[in-house]
């Protein structure tokens, strides 16, 4: 179907995702919770509360429609009206990897959404952890406790090395999922930034909307205008995390970075570009060399 990958192009849009995400949830700090939540199938309990995902088609599959440069002058006006288009690399004119210039357009909303939502919850769990604040259960079967730190990202490399794999891999999942599931795929006129919702035959006990699990009936007689302006806050939501989150890590990273956070945010003494750089992943190479 259009949802499947169908060339090497696009195969490679999946795995740069997964590994995108996969830097950003490295520090997230949220990964305990992120681990916690797996183990107790309670991730759309959080995911609910962002208006981020769209809501799962009614039985008809929507017509394509690539969105244009003149689409992102439009939203760019809606999103933020002192601004407006802001385009200094000239990406809304790009052709990657060889595909048409819409299909790019597709691809680069697609990942801001992506990533704007990520970085919320990036910017939250950096908080969250920060402060030492865990849930009061232990981390592991072993009865290990969730890791207390003063500066969020030494919790990732204080997790265990499989919570790490089962981090990945579920991300990994999430994304393979979107991509298989979604219909219209959104390098060819799909929905930006739509889920595909899990049917009864994947969740024991029922369907699961990550959009609106609960289901609340407000959110499924929103108009198209409602979803319209609730997709454009969070844009513009997203696009500050990201910089909130950057923010934390670089002062974290380099004392006085950020004047704003000076003595506010302590010093890692990590390397937030090497996620792996305590795990065993680096030695797999002299292990089996």
């Known amino acids: 179907g259009d949802g499947a990958p169908s ?7 999946l795995i740069l995702h997964a590994l995108a995400r996969f830097i950003h949830l490295k520090n997230i700090i949220g990964t305990n919770i992120i681990l916690t939540m797996m183990k107790l199938a309670a991730l759309a309990v959080l995911l609910g509360s962002a208006a981020a ?21 439009d939203l760019a006006a809606k999103a933020n009206p002192a601004i ?10 790009a052709e990657f990897w060889g595909t048409s210039n819409e299909a790019t357009i597709g691809f680069l909303r697609e990942s801001e959404v992506k990533h704007g939502r990520i970085a919320m919850f990036a910017f939250i769990g950096y908080i969250v952890h920060a402060n030492g604040v865990t849930w009061p259960w232990a981390m592991t079967l072993a009865g290990d406790p969730f890791p207390k730190v003063s500066n969020a990202p030494e919790a990732w490399d204080a997790i265990p090395e499989a919570a790490k794999w089962q981090i990945m891999l579920f991300v990994g999942f999430l994304e393979f999922w979107r991509e298989q599931q979604c219909g219209t795929h959104y390098m060819k006129g799909g929905k930006i930034g739509y889920f595909p919702p ?25 108009t198209d205008e409602q979803k319209e302006k609730r997709l454009v806050a969070e844009i513009n ?39 792996l750089g305590t795990s065993i992943f ?8």
């Open 7 to 13: 060339s090497m192009y696009e195969c490679k849009i």
């Open 53 to 73: 995902f769209a809501p799962a088609p009614t039985g008809r599959v929507a017509s394509a429609v690539c969105e244009t440069k003149a689409d992102l002058q």
């Open 84 to 93: 407006k288009f802001f385009d200094p690399l000239n990406l809304a004119e």
């Open 198 to 222: 899990f049917d009864a035959k994947y969740i024991p006990g029922g369907a699961l909307n990550l959009y609106n699990p609960f289901p609340r009936k407000d959110i499924a007689v929103m």
């Open 237 to 275: 939501n997203g696009r500050l995390a990201m910089l909130g989150i950057f923010g934390f890590i670089s002062e974290g990273a380099s004392e006085g970075a950020v004047p704003a956070l000076k003595g506010i945010i302590p010093h890692y003494d990590g390397n937030v570009m090497a996620p």
């Open 282 to 289: 680096p030695d797999i190479p002299a292990l089996i060399g």
